[in-house]
Each structure stands twice: as C-alpha cells, then as structure tokens.
C-alpha cells in the first residue's frame, strides 16, 4: 500500500495539536509581560516622584494600562547602581506623563494585557497554520500529477487517478502478431464508428471485452490502438488504483470514472489488471476484502447502468481470468473475452519488423534469425532487446545495429549481465569441462536442440553457459525431446564425475539439477510419460494468495506418490547413466575442446560441430529411451 496524503494529514493532525499547546505552555511566555520584568524592589508612588526630582530616574516602563511601573533609576541609597523598582501608579496621572517628558526621561508604555492576548494568540495559531498551510501545498502538487489540483482536502471525494487522452495516436499497424485479436477489434472499432449498422437491425453492442494474456503481450497497446482507430478518446486506470484503504474511496473512484466517461462518450474505458478488483468475491486468506467487493459491485453496477449504445465500451486486463469473478464474465458485462499470448516465430518477426522500422539496422541483421533465437520473448521483450541493441551501439559509437549487439542484448535479456572471465585455474577447468559436458552431450543426442555457442564469460548467477538454439514450436514438446534434454542438462556434472572423480564434483550443478527434477517429475505427473500411465495427477502450480484452486492439485493416494517418486528416480537415473557413457566414449574430443574453450573463451555451435566431425563420423548417433 501507498502512503496517501490523506493519511499524513491524519497522523499529522494529533501531533499538530501536541506541538501547539507545547507553545502554548513553553515556546511563548508572554514577552512583554510585567513578571518577566524582575525588578525585586518596590518603592511608593510619592518615593518615585522624589526620585524624579532629584533626577534620579533614568527610564520608565509602564505596564498594565499605566498602572504599574518599572523604573530605572541610581541613587545613593541604591548603592549608585542602575537598579529596576517596581511602583504601584494611581489610576490618573496624565501630568506625570508631562513631568517624565519635561526631565527628558526615557519612557516606555507597553500594551496592555488584553491585545498582548491577541497579539500571543495570533502567533500561536500562525505556527500550525503554516503547518497546515504546507501540508495543503504537498497535497496539491501530489495530486496535479494525477488529476486536477483542487481536490486536495476532500475526504469524502476520491481523487482522479484515471488518464484520459484524446488521441492515442496508435493504430493498428503499431500491433503485430496478434492476428486474430486484431480481427475482433476490428469489429468494436466499427461498433463505436457506426453503431447505428447494428442498432438498425436490433444488435445490442457489447459494452466490455476481457483482454487476457501474459504481461507484455500488448495488451494496453491494443485497447489505445482501438481508441486510437476509432478516434474516440481514451480512459484508463488500472485496478490497483481502486483498492484503497479507505472504504468507499475505490466506489467512488468507479462513479467518477464513468461519470467522465459519459460525457464524452463515445469512448474507450481500459482497465488495466482488473484482477485486482474483480477476484472472486469471498475469497482469499485472511477474510475477504469489503472494499474491493464494494469496488466490484460498483463496477458492475455501472456496467448495467448504461445502455448498450451509449458508445462506452469498456475494456479490460488481466493475466489471471480464472480468478476473476464470474459476475464479471456474464453476458451485458465482459461478455467478449480476447486472449492474447506470448507471439510464435512469425508474430516475433511480425513485431520486430514494427520496433525495427526506426531504429538503423544494418543490412545484415536478418530479423527472423533474431526472431528464431528468441522464443518465449514478449512483444515488450522483443521492443527492449531491440532497444538495447541501440543503446549498446550508441555506446559503441557505431553507425548501425549489427548482429553482435543483438546477441549481447538477447543474452542479457535472457541471462543477465556480462561478468568477469574467470583467471586460469583449476575450477575454470572444471567450468569448462561443465559446459562442453552439456554441449557434446546435446550436440552427439538424437532430438536435441543443436548449439548455438557454449562460453566460459560469466552472466548473471552462471559461471559459464552453454546456449542452444531452440527448435521453433516449443510448446509441443515430445518424450523423446524431453528425455534428451534431461540427459543433455546432467550431460554438465557427468562430465565432472568422469574428469575430476565423485570426491571434486561442485555445487555448481545445483540448478541443473533441479530443472532435470522438475522436467521428470512433470513427465509422470502431468504428461503422461511415465510406466504409470496417461494420468493427470497434478495441475500447474497455483498460488493460494490468488483466489481459487486452494488446494486442488496432488489429489492422488499415497500409494501412487510411492509409484511417483520411483518413477521420477529411474528418469533421472538412468539419464544420468547415459550422461556418463557418452562423456566416458567421447574423452579424447572433449579434452581438447576443452583446452580450446580455456584459450578462446567462447566457442560457437558451427566451430564446435566441425571439431567434433573431426573425431566423429555420425552427428547424433546416440539415442536413448528409457
Ligand atoms: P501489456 O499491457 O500486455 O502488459 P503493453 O501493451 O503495455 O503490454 O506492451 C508494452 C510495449 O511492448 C508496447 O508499448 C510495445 O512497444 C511493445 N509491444 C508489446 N506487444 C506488442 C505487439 N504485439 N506489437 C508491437 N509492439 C508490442
Ligand atoms: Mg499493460
Ligand atoms: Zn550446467
């Protein structure tokens, strides 16, 4: 949660209050006040005037309406010191005023005690005004940022958060890869164009579209791309923003929103991570939340409120649209539902096309080999490798984007920064012999993905890597894939074993390790694979903090989580047998690539394959099943 402004004020105001009766008591004795004046001897109204006599008298000070006075005077019997006495004045006495002035005495009347109590009390309130003053002046410059300013004490009226622009300035062009999305839009953008085509013949328009998908996928730029084409304005505001602490502020929030929204319909409204307030009511650990059901319920209040064509078509997303509430999802409200994913090889090249179009690419970069080498990559991935490619070139000082700062950028994208190359020693070794034990283990195996450079650079939490170029659909995967892959990624601590003995294998297999467990672990409990049989045993992974599926997964016996475990143990063991047969054959290769990878530091998959071709006529002669 934000610290809102609102909630300084609140915390503030006690200690305002402290601070002021503090002053009150302390800072601010009233200082012209007749006690604090100390003069410890008195003397009597006919002494003074004797005193004035002799000229003895050097000041007066009157106080309390001319009641009182301190006077200043020397005299033998003072001792020939300046002293202060107190006397007593009778009420009226306008010719001693003549008297002082005519002995040409310094004569001093201070104000009396009533406007010393104003004068005290305005001092007084200046402090928290100022304070409070000050706190205002925050409050509105927090608040220009989002809104308008001028809102800035209101409790019961939520502040503006939502963002509206009148023209995107995206289209459709700006949106690549996602075809078929793309396709549906088309339609509401026509919706909001001409809505008399369908009202003519009774259609009622859809108010909302659910837009689905992982983060990146262009989501956001698609729902401005709509506006953007239909060339009505844009609302957006994202549902973090409606959950406040504060109940009723998110509801609010909601009215406002729409509110603003009819009067410049037609228009686009977007929600952005409309998880946020749409969850499933009555869920979650810990109770449920009344502000977001409230929140919600506003939602979906308005949503019914306006009729089918007043040209607001809300639309909303969300990674997460089985958490969402079903209300939610019920025709008249997000009865449309889009669902926009990570993009395959053309959508790659799709999008890479669109980011490169202003950025200087040298010739030779061929954007599909860019868009082979980066499966898994987001259409915000693909912007900001292409967009670090640039900086690195800038940086370089170099005219055009060439391959090499592709490369650099796809690697750092996927495994982090560049580190320092490790000095010659013997865990350098032992590094290498690591990765070309990953690397001819997964160049000599049948169905494994062909290398595509193996380093001993450091990046990221790796100490050195082997890269492999990754075959193009990766979300049909077979056995016998899988199954190479475990063999390829044990390939690393086999080769250790055999080169250094059990006593010197290091922790730097830890990771490999775990991704060989895993992959087996989803071979029998998810796909499949396993003596078991086609069982679904266990779902992805679903976390608790996020609604539903508390604990819906691992619903199996005990019995078959002993069949389980027994069979994960054979893949991975007999895996690992195949790791150490072909490291042991092929020692004499691997030794001398390894020399040439602690000389050169990084080998690429073309020059690894002709060394190895060298030594060995079939290329990916070993095939296991297991
Ligand atoms: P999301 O809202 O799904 O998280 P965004 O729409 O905010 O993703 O995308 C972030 C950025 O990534 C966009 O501004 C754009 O530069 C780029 N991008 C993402 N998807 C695409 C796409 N399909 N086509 C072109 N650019 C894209
Ligand atoms: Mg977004
Ligand atoms: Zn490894």
Known sequence: MKISWKNLLLWSLPLIVIIFFLWQGFLVPTKNDLNSNIASSRMTYGRF??????????RVDMYDNGHTAIIEAVGPELGNRVQKIRVELPTNVPELITKLKKANIDLDAHPNKNTNAIWNLLGNLLFPLVLIGGLALLFRRSNSTNGGPGQAMSFGKSKALFQMEAKTGVTFDDVAGVDEAKEEFQEVVTFLKQPECFTAVGANIPKGVLLIGPPGTGKTLLAKAIAGEANVPFFSISGSEFVEMFVGVGASRVRDLFKKAKDNAPCIVFIDEIDAVGRQRGTGIGGGNDEREQTLNQLLTEMDGFEGNTGIIVIAATNRADILDSALLRPGRFDRQVTVDVPDFKGRLAILTVHAKNKKIDNSVSLSVIARRTPGFSGADLANLLNEAAILTARKRKQKITIQEIDASIDRVVAGMEGTPLIDSKSKRLIAYHEIGHAIVGTLLKNHDPVQKVTLIPRGQARGLTWFTPSDDQSLVSRAQILSRIIGVLGGRAAEEIVFGDA??????SNDLQQVTSMARQMVTRFGMSNIGPL???????????????????????????????????IVERSHQNALDIIKENRVVIDHLVDILIEKETIDGSEFRKIISKYTSIPQKYEYNI
């Open 504 to 509: 010197e294998v290091t922790t730097g297999a």
């Open 536 to 570: 679904s045993l266990e779902n992805e992974e679903t976390n608790p903090f996020l609604g539903r599926n508390l604990s819906s997964d691992s619903n199996y016996s005990d019995e078959i989580a002993i069949k389980i475990d027994e069979q994960i143990k054979q």
């Open 49 to 58: 005037l004797e005193y004035l006599d002799m000229g003895w008298v050097k």
